[in-house]
């Protein structure tokens, strides 16, 4: 038998229409925040994600699924192409390629849609998995440096979970400062983990060497007491770093929105300049991070781009479904009305009847033709309907049909003028 691959998996209904429930809801937050769909490819040049990512990150070096595509003809050249770990580098791709700098104000642009990275399966983390991705870019002039687009970016996200009703989500914030700020603080860190980085995991070790921010991120219990004496990120912001992230701090607060200064949080992706931020949610276990994101200031430039500072945040759709339902959330109710034929002369009756009632908005199934009235119930209670509705040879002869509540057990007879009203209700 061919099975799906490991880290892939098929999402099935009844989940589906939690998931299509969640993803209507979020694209409304997001009209009403005057974000608009970008689309791009799900494969990229391998270039984009070394340059845009970060040569020395877990994504670049170990988890793409990259290939050579040979040339076809002579008019064709051989490239390395690779399916997108993350979409924020392509949208920037994107908004250079188009000269959507050329518009002069903010791009507020958001894309829903598979991701793929080769990593460890294990709950919450998959090979193929789905991100919302949202990406406020634009020139300074339009305002895209503003402390008050992360914060608002922020308070849209609370928004969101609020209205997909995420109960207990908790977000933790940071600043990662500037360029400069950050070449400081890696040379202090390379000082400090030098006298103890023996004592350290293998990962931490080669991490001091090529890239000491990422030790932050060790998970390894040895290494936390060593990880907490280390210097902190705060220290080395300059000036206008610190007093952009205080502005930040002082927006949200003023929206009552609750976060937790978190220093170690540096993020997984080079990119990231100011303030980074992830929300964490408690039903995920050892994966809780149900979004990430930050500003990206320099990005556009590092792709040959104009200056375009920007702000961005990727949701984990499946883990933020999962975080869903171990809150008790169950999918939406399956199908309004469930009609019977009873017999096969009745059939064309039935789905005329269908017909009436799926174009005034009520979701019906027909059933199977049966003479026998018990088999349409246990029919129409496996379907999950809410009415069942008899279609019989009286029933039509009257235009009168006999309707039951399959929660209540209440039944009635309704004139077919007012069935779809009645089971509106
Ligand atoms: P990221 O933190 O790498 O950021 O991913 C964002 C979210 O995607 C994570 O918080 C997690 O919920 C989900 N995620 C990541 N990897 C997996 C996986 N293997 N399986 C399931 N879910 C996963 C980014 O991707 C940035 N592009 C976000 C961003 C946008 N920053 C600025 N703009």
Avoid at 96 to 106: A, M, N
Avoid at 214 to 222: A, T
Avoid at 355 to 367: N, T
Avoid at 369 to 382: D, I, P, Y
Wanted: some cysteine; aromatic content about 8%.
């Amino acid at each position: 038998m061919i099975k799906a691959v490991r880290g892939t998996r098929d999402l099935l209904p009844p989940d589906t229409d939690l998931w299509n429930r969640v993803e209507a809801q979020v694209r409304d937050v997001f009209a009403r925040y005057n974000y608009h769909e970008i689309r791009t490819p799900i494969f990229e040049d391998t270039q984009l994600f070394s340059r845009g990512v970060g040569e020395e990150t877990d994504i670049v070096t170990k988890e793409m699924f990259t290939w050579e595509d040979k040339a076809r003809g002579q008019s064709e050249k051989a490239q390395s192409l690779t399916l997108r770990p993350e979409n924020t580098a392509g949208v920037v791709r994107a908004y250079i390629e188009h000269g959507l700098d050329k518009k002069g104000t903010l791009q507020k642009l958001y894309c829903i849609g598979p991701m793929f990275r080769r990593e460890r399966p294990q709950k919450g983390r998959y090979r193929q998995f789905y991100q919302i991705d949202a990406e406020i870019i634009g020139p300074p002039s339009a305002g895209s440096e503003s402390p008050l687009r992360d914060a608002e970016l922020l308070e849209m996200l609370a928004t969101l979970l609020d209205e997909v009703e995420l109960h207990d989500w908790q977000l933790q914030l940071n600043s990662v400062g500037c360029a400069e700020d950050r070449a400081r603080y890696n040379q202090a860190l390379r000082e400090a983990l030098q006298p103890v980085v023996h004592l350290m995991c293998a990962d931490c070790q080669r991490r001091a060497e090529t890239n000491p921010l990422r030790v932050l991120d060790c998970k390894v219990p040895e290494d936390q007491p060593i990880i907490e004496k280390l210097p902190k990120i705060g220290q080395y912001l300059d000036e206008p770093c610190r007093a952009h992230f205080a502005a930040v701090q002082s927006m949200l607060n003023a929206v009552g929105i609750a976060y937790t200064i978190n220093e170690r949080m540096v993020r997984g992706l080079d990119y990231y300049t100011r303030t980074t931020f992830e929300f964490t949610h408690g039903g995920l276990g050892a994966q809780s991070a149900v979004l990430g994101g930050g500003r990206y200031d320099g990005l556009s430039e590092s792709l040959d781009g104009p200056k375009a500072p920007g702000i961005g945040f990727a949701i984990g759709e499946d883990r933020l479904i999962l975080a869903l339902q171990s809150q008790g959330e169950k999918p939406a109710e399956k199908v309004q009305a469930y009609i019977a034929p009873l017999g096969a002369g009745m059939n064309r009756h039935a789905l005329k009847l269908a017909r009436e009632l799926r174009r005034a908005g009520i979701s019906a199934d027909i059933g199977d033709e049966t003479f026998r009235l018990k088999k349409s119930f246990e029919s129409a209670e496996k379907a999950g309907a809410r009415f069942i509705v008899i279609v019989g040879e009286n029933e039509v002869a009257a235009e009168q049909f006999a309707v039951k509540n399959l929660a209540s057990g209440e039944q009635v007879q309704v004139p077919r003028a007012d069935l779809a009203a009645h089971l509106q209700r």
